[in-house]
C-alpha cells in the first residue's frame, strides 16, 4: 500500500540520490496554539519517542529542548520559534492499518510561541510549513490566540491536524472542544482518537478507523509502553457512530468516498484513510486527536496522524514565484532537487557562538557549501561557507541541504526577514510574510552614556531579528523610541539587551501607536512657488481626499488629463502624498485607511522639478486633511477575562472603568469567561490589577483587534500628553 501511496505523489522522481530522505517522507509542521496550551511539553514529548532526546524535559523545570532562551526557562513561555528534526517509523500492531506503516519519515518541527506579543514568530513559520498540528486545552477549548494562530494557519492555506491536549484535567472535554472548534473556527473537525477515560482516569484513546483501543502502562516507561486491545463494551457505541459520522462527513467532501457511500460499497480502511488525507491537505477537513502530552498519553499515534494525513513537499500546491522585472508574472516552484535554487529566509538570529544565523525554507533545487546565492531584493551575491541544521540551541554543520528542507547559513550579510535567495541566473521573488504593525511604544536611554553605541549596535541587531520591533529617534526630542507588539515583547527586548549585548537602559512609560484617519471627502490644494532671481521653485498640486474601507491602507490614484502635471513628476507627486501621511493634521499621528486621487495641478518649463512638486503634494493632502474632519484613532484589544464567579461583578466593573465594553459572558467548568473590546491605552498594569481583584484567580489573555475613534473627553488628554513629549 504505502509504495502504490508514493508512487501516486509525483509522475517523476524529484528526489536527489544523496538526500537521506525522499521528499515523499518528509513532513514540515508546526506546533501552534493559545499560551499554554501545552506546545512545549507536545513537543519534548514527540522528540523522546523518536529517540531524538533520552530524557523527557519539562516547561516548569525549564530544561525543555525548544524552550533554550534563558528568558523562556525563566518564565515558562516561549519566546522564540525553535526548529528541531526527528526521525519516526510508525510501529506495526496487529490489527492497525496505517497509510506509511514501516516506512521511516523525517519531521522537521517548529514550536511557536503562544503569547499575542510574539505573534510574528508564528506568522513567519507558517509560512514556510506544509502542514501543522493545532493544540487546544480540553478545559479552556477555543482561546482568543487559538483564534490568531487558526486564522494565520488558514491566510496562508495550511493543512492542520487538531490535538485537544490535557485530558487529564479536571473539567476537561473532548466534545465540548470539537464544539468550540466547530462553531467559534467554524472548522469541519472529526475525532479519529477519542481519548479513552478523562481527568484521572484517562487511560489512552479510541481508535475510531481501526476500532482498536491504545491503553498506556502507568509505569517508569514515561508513555514509551502501550498495548493495541479490542474497544471496550461500554464504549462500542460511540465508536461505531463516530466511525459512521466521520464517513458521512468524508463522503460529503470527497468524490471517491462518496460514490462508493452512495453505491453502498464497503468503504475499507485504505480508503477513508486516503480519503481523510486528501481532504485535510485540501484544507477541508481537520482530524482531532485527544490525549494528555503531559500525562504521556496519545502522543505516538498523533505522531502517526502527522504521517497519515498531513503533506509532504510535493502534495502542495507549488510556491508561486514573481519576476523580479515583472511582478505580475507568476512562476510555479515545484519542490525537486534538480531545479533551479529557490529558498525563503524566513528568520534572522544573533546566535551568541556562531554569528548572525538565516533561517530558510529551500522549494526547489539544492544548496552545499561553497555555492553562490543571489538576492533579487539587493541584487547581491553571497557565498556560502557554512550551512547548519538546526536542533533549537544545536548546531549540527551540513554539507548540502535539498528541496523541502529548513536550515540555516552562517554569516550572510545584507538580508532581512523574508528575502528570496536564488539562482542567478534564474532571478524570482517569493512572497514574503506580512506582519503586524506595532502597537506599543517606548522611550529608552542607557544607563551610562559609555554605553550610548553599545545600545544602537544592540537595537540595530535585535530590529533585523524581529519584523514586529522598530527602533526610531524622535526628531523633536532626539530620544530613542522603541516600539513592539506589548509591554512582555518590550519587557524581553531589554532583557536580552542586557543579557546580549551587556547593555543596561532605563525606560520610559510606554506610549501607544495612535493613528489617524478622515470622515468626509474634501479638496486640497498645495503650491510651492519661490523666485530668486534665478532658478526658482515651482509646483502646484490638486488632491481629492476620502474615508478608504477599514484595513485598506492608503492608495493613489493618479487622475491628471491634459497633461497639467507632467508624467515625469506624478512619481514625485506620489511620493509626497506617501510623506504626508506619515503626520497627521490632528496629533502627528500616521493616517490610514485614506484614498487620494490626484486631479489637476500646474507646472513652469523653468523653474518645476521633482522636489516642488514632492511639497506641493504634501501641503495639499495636508490641506485637505483640515477639511476632512480628520479623527484620532487608538487601538483596541479584544480580552478574554477568566474569573471565578464571586469576582465576576468586580473584573466587569473594573473593565468599564477602563473603557471597556463587555460583548458576551459565558461559564465554562464553574468560572465565568468575560469577553471584552478595551482601549490599549487603560490596559497598562492590568495583570497587577486583576490579581488584586481576584485574590490572584483570575487570568486573561488579550490581542489586537482593531482602531476605534477616540471619545472626545479622552482626546484632549492625549494630545496634551504628546505635547509634553
Known sequence: ?????????????????????????????????????????????????????????????????????????????????????????????EGVFKLYDGLKQRINII?????????????????????????????????????????????????????????????????????DMRTKLHANAWPILIPLGKEDYLKGQLDVINNKAIIYADDASSGSTYSVEEIPAEHQAMVTKAFSDLVTAISDLDDEIGMAFLEEKPITKEMLKAGIR???????????VGGSAFKNKGVQYLVDAVVDYLPSP??????????????ETKI???PDDNGKFCSLAFKLWSDPFVGKLVFFRVYSGKLTKGDTVYNPRTNKRERISRLIQIQADKRLDIDTCYSGDIAAIVGIKNITTGDTLCDEDHPILLEPPSFPDPVISMAIEPKTKVDQEKMGNALQRLAEED?????????????????????????????????????????GKPQIAYRETILKSAHGVGKLIKQSGGRGQYGHVEVDVRPAARGKGLTVDNKVVGGVIPKEYIPAVKKGIEEAVLNGVVGGY????????????????????????????????????????????????????SVPEEYQGDIMGDLNRRRGRINGIESKNGLSIVNAEVPLAEMFGYATAIRSLSKGRSSYSME??????????????????????
Not at 511557536?112 to 506568522?123: I, L
Not at 510535493?314 to 515583472?326: G, L, S
Not at 483640515?626 to 484613532?633: D, P, Q, S, V
Request: hydrophobic share 40%.
Open 1 to 93: 500500500m504505502s509504495a502504490t501511496l508514493e508512487a501516486k505523489t509525483a509522475t517523476k522522481n524529484p528526489n536527489s540520490p544523496d538526500r537521506a530522505f525522499p521528499l515523499e517522507r518528509t513532513r514540515n509542521i508546526g506546533i501552534a496554539a493559545h499560551i499554554d496550551a501545552g506546545k512545549t511539553t507536545l513537543t519534548e514529548r514527540i522528540l523522546f519517542y523518536t529517540g531524538m532526546i533520552h530524557r523527557i524535559g519539562e516547561v516548569h523545570d525549564g530544561n525543555t529542548v525548544t524552550d533554550w532562551m534563558e528568558q523562556e526557562r525563566e518564565r515558562g513561555i516561549t519566546i522564540t520559534s525553535a526548529a528541531t528534526t526527528c526521525s519516526w517509523t510508525q510501529r506495526p500492531e
Open 111 to 179: 514550536d511557536t510561541p503562544g503569547h499575542v506579543d510574539f505573534t510574528a514568530e508564528v506568522e513567519r513559520s507558517l509560512r514556510v510549513l506544509d502542514g501543522a498540528i493545532g493544540v487546544f486545552c480540553a478545559v479552556a477549548g477555543v482561546q482568543p490566540q487559538s483564534e490568531t494562530v487558526w486564522r494565520q494557519m488558514t491566510k496562508y492555506n495550511v493543512p492542520r491536524i487538531a490535538f485537544v491536549n490535557k485530558m487529564d484535567r479536571v473539567g476537561a472535554s473532548f466534545e465540548n472542544a470539537i464544539n
Open 278 to 288: 486528501r481532504q485535510t491537505i485540501a484544507n477541508k477537513f481537520v482530524p482531532v
Open 314 to 327: 510535493i502534495e502542495i500546491p507549488p510556491q508561486e514565484a514573481h519576476d523580479p522585472d515583472d511582478l
Open 332 to 334: 510555479p516552484m515545484p
Open 467 to 507: 519584523p514586529t520591533f522598530r527602533v526610531h529617534t524622535n526628531e523633536d526630542t532626539g530620544q530613542t523610541i522603541i516600539a513592539g507588539m506589548g509591554e512582555l515583547h518590550l519587557e524581553i527586548i531589554r532583557d536580552r539587551m542586557k543579557r546580549e549585548f551587556s547593555v543596561e537602559t532605563n525606560a
Open 590 to 641: 500616521p493616517v490610514i485607511d485614506v484614498e487620494v486621487d490626484i486631479v489637476y495641478g500646474s507646472y513652469h518649463d523653468v523653474d518645476s522639478n521633482e522636489l516642488a512638486f514632492k511639497m506641493a503634494a504634501i501641503f495639499a493632502v495636508k490641506d485637505a486633511f483640515k477639511h476632512a474632519n480628520a479623527i484620532l484613532l487608538e487601538p483596541i484589544m479584544k480580552v478574554e477575562n
Open 704 to 725: 489586537p483587534s482593531h482602531f476605534e475613534q477616540v471619545p472626545a473627553q479622552v482626546l484632549a488628554e492625549v494630545l496634551d500628553k504628546k505635547g509634553d513629549k
